[in-house]
Every structure is written in C-alpha cells, then in structure tokens.
C-alpha cells in the first residue's frame, strides 16, 4: 500500500506543481482591467475565477486538512493587501457580490505563489496514513485527504482555468495554456 501512496503523493505534487504554475501563466501578462472585464450574462471576472480557486486551495490545505491551521491568506495579510472579504472564498457568493469583486495581478500573483510553496510543503511531508485518513467536505461528503487535494483543489481549478481561457478568448486574448 506504501508504494502505491507514495505514487499518490507524487502524483498530486505534479498536479500542484502544474496547476499552479497554469495559474501564474494566465495571470502574468494580464492589466488589471483585463482580470476584472465582465462578459454579459451570469459569468465572473479571470480575477474572481482565480481568486476563488487559490483561496480554496489554501483553505483546504490549510484550515480544513490540517486542522485550523492558519490560511496564506490570513497569516500573511493577503486580505488586506488586495482589499477582499478575510473570511470565505467565493463559494456561495451572491453573483451580483462576485461581479463587483475586483482583483489586482501583482498581489494575486504573489498570492498563488506562496499557496503553491505552502501546498507542495505539506504533500511533501505530510505522513502516507495521513493522506488516506477520511476527511468530510460539505458538501461533497467524505473522501480521503488525498482525493481531496485531487478533486477540490485540483480538478476545481483546472475547471476555473477553462473559465479563464474562455474569458481571455472573449477578450481576443490568446489562452494562457
């Protein structure tokens, strides 16, 4: 069974190691104002989609997998450096809320870094039982650590990535992967 948690940890590092690596690519050439355009309709901004996506990784790594542990987010003044609620992560949020959310690159950016380096710290070092131990997330249910990395924090941001690339391509913007 170890060998096959160790292929588990190995693969989500790579996962991280991607996964966030996409979100530097989309974000790094973006203005401001390109990260908070709005297409018509019950869309969201690039910036909400990643803002969203990050600050779900860090919870999840953070406050939920290791037991109220401080988030980036929080510990490091990320709320305050880019002026947005210290508290939730979008999931939820009234539409007409997550439409008014304006994000800025430069912070983002340095956000997703440092969630990255958190992230991958933990994976790398957690203990293989540990990643098996059943975890609940509501409202999904129970799972095991791992897959809550794989399905929560990384599936969930590839789908926002595609958000992304499809807001760039509405803007004429080629996409960032």
Do not use: C
């Given at each position: 069974?170890?060998?096959?948690?160790?292929?588990?940890?190995?693969?989500?590092?790579?996962?991280?190691?991607?996964?966030n690596s996409w979100w530097d690519d989309a974000l790094?050439?973006?203005?401001?104002?390109?990260?908070?355009?709005?297409?018509?309709?019950?869309?969201?901004?690039?910036?909400?989609?990643?803002?969203?996506?990050?600050?779900?990784?860090?919870?999840?790594?953070?406050?939920?997998?290791?037991?109220?542990?401080?988030?980036?987010?929080?510990?490091?003044?990320?709320?305050?450096?880019?002026?947005?609620?210290?508290?939730?992560?979008?999931?939820?949020?009234?539409?007409?809320?997550?439409?008014?959310?304006?994000?800025?690159?430069?912070?983002?950016?340095?956000?997703?870094?440092?969630?990255?380096?958190?992230?991958?710290?933990?994976?790398?070092?957690?203990?293989?039982?540990?990643?098996?131990?059943?975890?609940?997330?509501?409202?999904?249910?129970?799972?095991?650590?791992?897959?809550?990395?794989?399905?929560?924090?990384?599936?969930?941001?590839?789908?926002?990535?595609?958000?992304?690339?499809?807001?760039?391509?509405?803007?004429?913007m080629a996409f960032g992967i």
């Amino acid at each position: 069974m170890e060998d096959w948690m160790t292929g588990i940890r190995e693969l989500l590092i790579d996962g991280i190691e991607q996964v966030n690596s996409w979100w530097d690519d989309a974000l790094k050439n973006l203005t401001d104002e390109q990260a908070n355009w709005l297409l018509p309709g019950n869309t969201v901004s690039i910036g909400f989609n990643a803002w969203h996506a990050l600050r779900t990784q860090d919870d999840i790594v953070n406050f939920v997998l290791q037991g109220r542990k401080p988030t980036v987010w929080m510990s490091e003044g990320f709320a305050e450096r880019l002026g947005l609620p210290p508290v939730g992560q979008g999931t939820g949020m009234p539409l007409e809320d997550a439409r008014k959310l304006q994000v800025q690159v430069a912070p983002l950016r340095e956000y997703n870094q440092r969630v990255k380096e958190v992230t991958l710290e933990f994976i790398k070092n957690v203990p293989l039982e540990d990643l098996e131990a059943i975890q609940p997330i509501r409202p999904l249910g129970e799972m095991p650590k791992w897959k809550v990395l794989r399905q929560v924090v990384m599936t969930h941001s590839f789908m926002h990535l595609g958000e992304v690339n499809a807001i760039k391509g509405a803007q004429g913007m080629a996409f960032g992967i």
